[in-house]
């Protein structure tokens, strides 16, 4: 059993007493439009689905029990606001959300916590690391070079907002959600987001995403997403074990 919530509390009682060192991953990501054919939820989905393998891989390790906490779906999204299904908070209220709820925790003694964030807008991404250093958790920042370097050329390129690689990962975990007959008719969307917010551009539509999506869902595949997913758990393996050191 990985699932934090569905321990009682005498199980959680006996998993701090217990020899094995626990780290609890937080799942992370948005309620915003990702095209067509992918759900709201997709970066929440592939939050979960990481640390859902990672807790899967590490279940038999003699020296750490990982725990998955619910995951935090609310996040700062305005890039999409056009779009029907775009739910945002503010700053303040993600930041005091991830101070407050780590802050529940370790002060219960869970000391080992892992924020895990696949929801890449600019203001939300730095509202995480603030939030992170001011708690004392770790934080797995996917968009750092040394990580983003390990994942796909469409993620590397900056056009990946419900492309292949996003849409990939869904299709793997959940592809009842993906309105796949929609997907195989979208042509490529070039645009870097990256140089776009460079530009300033703030939100999808001013991006050239008229239908919120960038990159080449078309090209999305289960077997990509399962790979995709191997990686991603490969990175989360190391940070719960850079956090037990």
Do not use: W
């Not at 006996?14 to 990702?34: D, T």
């Not at 796949?180 to 551009?201: D, R, W």
């Not at 919120?212 to 940070?239: H, I, K, M, Q």
């Amino acid at each position: 059993m990985t699932a934090f919530a569905d321990l009682t509390s005498p199980q959680l009682a006996e998993v701090l007493a217990g020899p094995r060192k626990p780290v609890l991953l937080l799942p992370v990501g948005a309620v915003e439009p990702h095209g067509p054919h992918a759900p709201l939820g997709t970066d929440e989905i592939i939050s979960a689905g990481m640390c859902a393998r990672a807790a899967t891989r590490l279940a038999d390790d003699p020296d750490v029990r990982v725990l998955v906490l619910p995951a935090l779906n609310y996040g700062v999204t305005r890039f999409g606001a056009a779009f029907p299904g775009a739910v945002s908070v503010s700053e303040p209220t993600l930041h005091a959300l991830v101070v407050d709820v780590c802050g529940s925790l370790t002060a219960q003694g869970f000391l080992r916590i892992v924020v895990v964030n696949n929801h890449f807008e600019p203001a939300h991404v730095e509202t995480l690391r603030r939030a992170t250093a001011e708690a004392g958790v770790a934080y797995l920042d996917l968009v750092r070079r040394r990580n983003a370097a390990r994942l796909t050329d469409e993620f590397r390129s900056g056009a990946c907002h419900a492309g292949r690689y996003e849409t990939s990962l869904v299709l793997a975990d959940h592809p009842a959600l993906v309105d796949t007959p929609t997907m195989a008719t979208l042509p490529p969307v070039p645009v870097n987001l990256l140089s776009a917010m460079a530009e300033g551009k703030d939100d999808f539509v001013a991006m050239g995403m008229a239908r919120a999506y960038c990159g080449t869902p078309a090209a999305a595949t289960a077997a990509e997403g399962r790979s995709t997913f191997d990686v991603l758990t490969d990175l989360l393996v190391e940070a719960v074990r850079e956090v037990v050191r």
